[in-house]
């Protein structure tokens, strides 16, 4: 059983940047793929980012192309989510997700994700 515990949340104006963390219990490279998602209020969770099981592929939706970056240290057991040129759309809670073991492809749906952490919020003021 992974446990996800998110960090890096808050306030920040629009144009600003945010790194998010996201710290498992245990190692997860080469293991497992992982994700950031998001949910806005009202809305369905979604699919922000994913980096495969062996770190050597990512994926970012179109929305936050160019803007947020994934990446991984194994070393550290964390995950992290440079968000940058943030935009009031982005607001929402973001949640690191973790496939089950040996599970090294990148997918977008959150049925396909085993382990979540609790959230983090992120706000964008105009």
């Known amino acids: 059983q992974v446990q996800l515990v998110e960090y890096g949340g808050g306030l920040v104006q629009a144009g600003g940047s945010l790194r998010l963390s996201c710290v498992a219990s245990e190692r997860t490279d080469s293991n497992y793929a992982m994700g950031w998602f998001r949910q806005a209020p009202g809305k369905e969770r979604e699919f922000v980012a994913g980096i495969s099981g062996r770190s050597d592929r990512t994926m970012h939706a179109d929305s936050v192309k160019g803007r947020f970056t994934i990446s991984r240290d194994g070393a550290k057991n964390t995950m992290y989510l440079q968000m940058d040129s943030l935009r009031p759309e982005d607001t929402a809670v973001y949640y690191c997700?973790?496939?089950?073991?040996?599970?090294?492809?990148?997918?977008?749906?959150?049925?396909?994700?085993?382990?979540w952490g609790q959230g983090t919020q992120v706000t964008v003021s105009s």
């Open positions: 997700a973790a496939r089950s073991s040996r599970s090294v492809a990148i997918t977008t749906t959150p049925l396909s994700y085993a382990y």
